[in-house]
């Protein structure tokens, strides 16, 4: 028995086997979307990983540098070195479709275009060790930015996955299984419909052409004249003996 109730009509039968049909190109695509999808993110999970690496060794490199120049300078020397600054970062947010995923896209770009903006203090009262890590900081930044996008692309793509593998296992695990119980249920009772319709019209017919023809009669004569000769043939056989 199917688990909904369905009603046994050859337009449902149709009207299922449609959407059978259907679910089964879905469940295809889908699993095609998936593996595509598994495929980029563990390629974009490789790229990530590398540059993470990469991205943590350079913070720590500028870190390294932040602490030769506190050694080197006060902490008001610092302070001061940092108070203003002469350049300035937009960044400017897109986006780019991967297998229906809208990820992110991050593209930054500097109010001028010289390079040694980004020291807001002069080179004459401060450490060499606090340039390199500006300098390094400010190599870093499209690194960071980009590690930033693949990160968020991974997790915009795991969960695209997760969503899909549902939808799979769904198709793959209930409602397929559903329809094709359906179907199978609705053609048993379409078939016993027509076994049943059929022995309806042959007892018709024969009604009818007994009605018209009385052969249950010819046929009770003539077994009843079958019977009497074999009697006579008994008898004979009797008598002789």
């Known amino acids: 028995m199917p688990k909904t109730r369905v009603n046994p009509t050859r337009m449902e039968l149709t009207r299922l086997k449609g959407k059978l049909a259907t679910a089964v190109r879905g469940h295809k695509l889908?699993?095609?979307?998936?593996?595509?999808?598994?495929?980029q993110f563990l390629e974009l999970v490789r790229e990530n990983k590398a540059l993470r690496e990469e991205v943590e060794a350079g913070i720590n490199e500028a870190n390294k540098n932040f602490v030769l120049a506190r050694?080197?300078?006060?902490?008001?020397?610092?302070?001061?070195?940092?108070?203003?600054?002469?350049?300035?970062?937009?960044?400017?947010?897109?986006?780019?479709?991967?297998?229906?995923?809208?990820?992110?896209?991050?593209?930054?770009?500097?109010?001028?275009?010289d390079e040694n903006d980004i020291y807001s203090y002069g080179l004459a009262f401060t450490s060499s060790d606090?340039?390199?890590?500006?300098?390094?900081?400010?190599?870093?930044?499209?690194?960071m930015l980009e590690l930033a996008e693949k990160e968020?692309?991974?997790?915009?793509m795991a969960a695209e996955i997760e969503k899909t593998r549902r939808r799979v296992n769904a198709l793959e695990h209930v409602m397929i299984p559903d329809y094709k119980e359906n179907i199978k249920y609705i053609t048993m009772k379409l078939d016993e419909n027509d076994r049943s319709s059929q022995i309806r019209l042959m007892k018709v017919k024969n009604q009818?052409?007994?009605?018209?023809?009385?052969?249950?009669?010819?046929?009770?004569?003539?077994?009843?004249?079958?019977?009497?000769?074999?009697?006579?043939?008994?008898?004979?056989?009797?008598?002789?003996?």
Not at 152 to 156: E, F, L, S
Not at 231 to 241: P, Y
């Open 152 to 156: 968020k692309a991974c997790q915009m």
């Open 71 to 113: 050694l080197a300078m006060s902490t008001e020397a610092v302070n001061v070195a940092f108070m203003s600054s002469k350049q300035e970062v937009t960044l400017d947010v897109s986006s780019k479709n991967i297998m229906s995923v809208e990820v992110p896209v991050f593209k930054s770009q500097t109010r001028t275009s």
């Open 130 to 143: 606090l340039d390199d890590a500006v300098g390094s900081l400010s190599d870093l930044l499209p690194k």
């Open 30 to 39: 889908l699993k095609d979307k998936r593996d595509e999808l598994m495929r």
């Open 208 to 241: 009818m052409l007994e009605e018209t023809y009385h052969y249950e009669a010819k046929a009770e004569a003539a077994a009843k004249e079958i019977a009497a000769k074999y009697a006579a043939e008994d008898a004979a056989e009797d008598n002789n003996e």
